[in-house]
């Protein structure tokens, strides 16, 4: 039982570039959040989808874009990375909004 | 500025003496908080939780204190024990619509043998 798969685990890439990194679930959680880790900052919130279709802006949301066409897949693009990027990011689910989230093991993302 | 804060980076225990890990928050609409765990090249993983009605819970060796007045929460570990040497996270959620789940920069948990 995977429960939130992310990918890719390491990413590095160039300023500018355009990077898409994927969350997928195998239950069928409502909720998945997307969050940067940064030291010093704990976890952010990026996004969140309470549902297919409809996402949410958190605390850092800028540079960022989500969708959710399918309850099962959270992809998040950074559509012009920059070095500002350079972060541990976490995917997470929850069947309601407990605050209990199930975490994937991170997507560690590097702008060069 | 930080909602929730944890202002010790990193704590060193001994083997079997008690883990005292410090969490303050300012948002005074938070009402219900929880510790998670985090192990290097892993997601966090969810450990006990406290709603602002109750001023403990415990489960096992791990007890979470909340202090409302003064708007600190602490997690206690007794007895420590090296698997517990992991990054200890705080967070919150507030009540009202916009419900969002607000973590602290974490603490680094040595456990020494």
């Known amino acids: 039982d995977a429960g939130i798969t992310q990918s890719p685990r390491y990413k590095i890439t160039e300023t500018g570039r355009q990077v898409t990194l994927m969350c997928h679930q195998t239950?069928?959680?409502?909720?998945m959040f997307w969050y940067r880790q940064d030291l010093g900052h704990g976890l952010r919130l990026i996004y969140y989808?309470?549902?297919?279709?409809?996402?949410d802006k958190g605390e850092v949301p800028d540079g960022y874009v989500v969708s959710r066409s399918k309850t099962e897949n959270f992809p998040l693009t950074l559509e012009s990375a920059t070095r500002s990027q350079t972060s541990v990011y976490f995917c997470?689910?929850?069947?309601?909004?407990?605050?209990?989230?199930?975490f994937g093991e991170g997507s560690r993302l590097t702008v060069l | 500025d930080q909602q929730v804060k944890q202002n010790s980076p990193s704590l060193s225990v001994q083997e079997g003496r008690i883990s005292i890990l410090n969490c303050d928050y300012t948002?005074?609409?938070?009402?219900?908080f929880l510790w998670y765990k985090k192990y290097p090249a892993e997601g966090p993983t969810f450990l006990i939780s406290?709603?602002?009605?109750?001023d403990k819970n415990e489960d096992g060796r791990f007890t979470v204190f909340l202090n409302k007045s003064a708007k600190h929460l602490s997690l206690h570990i007794v007895p420590s024990q090296p698997g517990d040497s992991a990054v200890y996270f705080c967070?919150?959620?507030?009540?009202?619509?916009?419900?969002?789940?607000?973590f602290g920069s974490g603490t680094q948990l040595t456990v020494l043998p």
């Open positions: 997470a689910g929850s069947a309601a909004f407990t605050g209990e989230l199930f």
């Open positions: 239950w069928s959680h409502s909720y």
């Open positions: 989808s309470a549902a297919a279709d409809i996402t």
């Open positions: 948002n005074s609409m938070f009402d219900y």
């Open positions: 406290i709603s602002s009605i109750k």
């Open positions: 967070a919150a959620i507030s009540s009202g619509s916009a419900r969002q789940l607000t």
